[in-house]
């Protein structure tokens, strides 16, 4: 079929509507990559390292509702622990994604950047506060504001990831396409 020509409806279109009529071209932008300044061969570092925050904060926030279900200590002493993996390892890819933030200008540059960061400054510093909040007795600490905590974390957490999707698929932060450029198309 050619993808040029588009087949009109009078019913559709209106009955003064000629034929076909020619259809535009899609619109590729092609947007330059932007490499990691924080990398190991090539390959970032902040994306290997943010799945550890990621999964000890929502896995606390779990933890945190079990607790609040079934009001057993071991919920609530599991929620402190990952809230303490989740801030420490938070920090370690915070400094990662800083380096990459601050030594290049064009991701400076991109909204989508500075939402992210936003949002894991906003996420840290919950999960910092909850494990205050945690420290002196971990199941007194879980409700209200543990849980409460846990829920801005996620949620901020979930915004960060969304952007920092947009940092790497439309922006192409921290993506080599010489390596794309080396797969074969076909066998």
Do not use: C
């Not at 619109?27 to 061969?41: G, H, K, L, R, Y």
């Not at 989508?112 to 007795?137: F, K, M, P, Q, Y």
């Amino acid at each position: 079929m050619d993808n040029t020509r588009q087949t009109i409806s009078p019913a559709r279109d209106g009955p003064g509507a000629a034929a076909t009529r020619p259809v535009p071209p899609p619109v590729v932008v092609e947007v330059d990559e932007i490499p990691s300044t924080a990398a190991i061969n090539g390959h970032p570092i902040h994306p290997m390292v943010i799945v550890f925050p990621i999964a000890a904060l929502v896995g606390a926030l779990v933890t945190d509702v079990i607790y609040a279900l079934v009001r057993d200590a071991f919920w609530a002493d599991a929620s402190l622990g990952l809230v303490l993996v989740g801030v420490f390892s938070g920090v370690v890819a915070a400094v990662f994604g800083a380096v990459d933030f601050f030594t290049r200008v064009r991701i400076r540059r991109l909204q989508a950047a500075w939402i992210h960061a936003g949002a894991n400054v906003i996420a840290l510093t919950a999960a910092a506060i909850s494990l205050v909040v945690r420290l002196e007795d971990a199941s007194a600490g879980v409700l209200p504001w543990g849980l409460l905590l846990s829920l801005v974390t996620a949620l901020m957490l979930m915004v960060s990831g969304w952007f920092g999707g947009e940092l790497v698929y439309r922006h192409k932060v921290g993506v080599d396409t010489r390596a794309i450029s080396r797969i074969p198309e076909s066998e």
